[in-house]
């Protein structure tokens, strides 16, 4: 683990105790990409799958730490992210342990975003992010955000 996955990863369960009590761990941050981990364990459902609510809070939660880490790089350390709005959709159940992926967005789209921010102190930017079982290259999860910076 990274410096930077060791930072986000104790500002979301500082800030975000629920991270804790979802046993969510920051798998990687690099090549512009996010990683978490879920445990099935702490996250499980009756019919001994995902729940998804936990499925639900880790798609959020990596669109969120990509953008937090984003933003930490490009020097905006001013701004607020908070999600305006998310579609999700569960095509197959998430049987044990999950992996949620957040990449970058196209780079034009990205350096508007920046640029609103800039000259106006809010932007919006969507992002998607999908969710794997460990081990798979399947998503199980397909989530698209709308995230709103703002000072």
Same mark, same amino acid.
């Given at each position: 683990?990274?410096?930077?996955?060791?930072?986000?990863?104790?500002?979301?369960? +500082?800030? &975000?105790?629920?991270?804790? $009590?979802?046993?969510l761990? @920051?798998?990687?941050?690099d090549?512009?990409?996010?990683?978490?981990?879920?445990?099935?364990?702490?996250? @499980?459902?009756?019919?001994?799958t995902m729940?998804g609510?936990?499925?639900?809070?880790g798609? /959020? %939660?990596?669109?969120?730490?990509?953008?937090?880490?984003?933003?930490? $790089?490009?020097?905006? $350390?001013?701004?607020h &992210? @908070? &999600?305006?709005?998310?579609r &999700?959709?569960?095509? %197959?159940? /998430?049987?044990g342990?999950?992996? *949620?992926?957040c990449?970058?967005? $196209?780079?034009?789209?990205?350096?508007?975003?920046?640029a609103?921010?800039?000259?106006?102190?809010? *932007?919006? %930017?969507t992002l998607?992010?999908?969710?794997?079982?460990?081990?798979?290259e399947?998503?199980?999860?397909?989530?698209?955000?709308q995230? /709103?910076? +703002?000072r």
């Amino acid at each position: 683990m990274n410096r930077d996955s060791r930072y986000l990863e104790s500002i979301l369960h +500082h800030d &975000i105790p629920l991270t804790r $009590e979802m046993g969510l761990k @920051v798998g990687g941050w690099d090549a512009g990409q996010l990683r978490l981990q879920l445990p099935l364990e702490p996250n @499980v459902n009756h019919k001994s799958t995902m729940f998804g609510g936990s499925l639900y809070c880790g798609a /959020v %939660l990596a669109g969120w730490g990509w953008l937090h880490l984003s933003l930490r $790089e490009a020097g905006i $350390e001013d701004g607020h &992210i @908070v &999600i305006q709005e998310g579609r &999700i959709s569960y095509p %197959l159940p /998430v049987t044990g342990d999950a992996e *949620a992926r957040c990449a970058a967005p $196209e780079e034009k789209t990205w350096k508007k975003f920046l640029a609103t921010y800039q000259r106006y102190g809010r *932007a919006r %930017l969507t992002l998607e992010t999908q969710v794997m079982n460990t081990g798979s290259e399947d998503a199980a999860v397909q989530f698209s955000g709308q995230y /709103v910076l +703002h000072r």
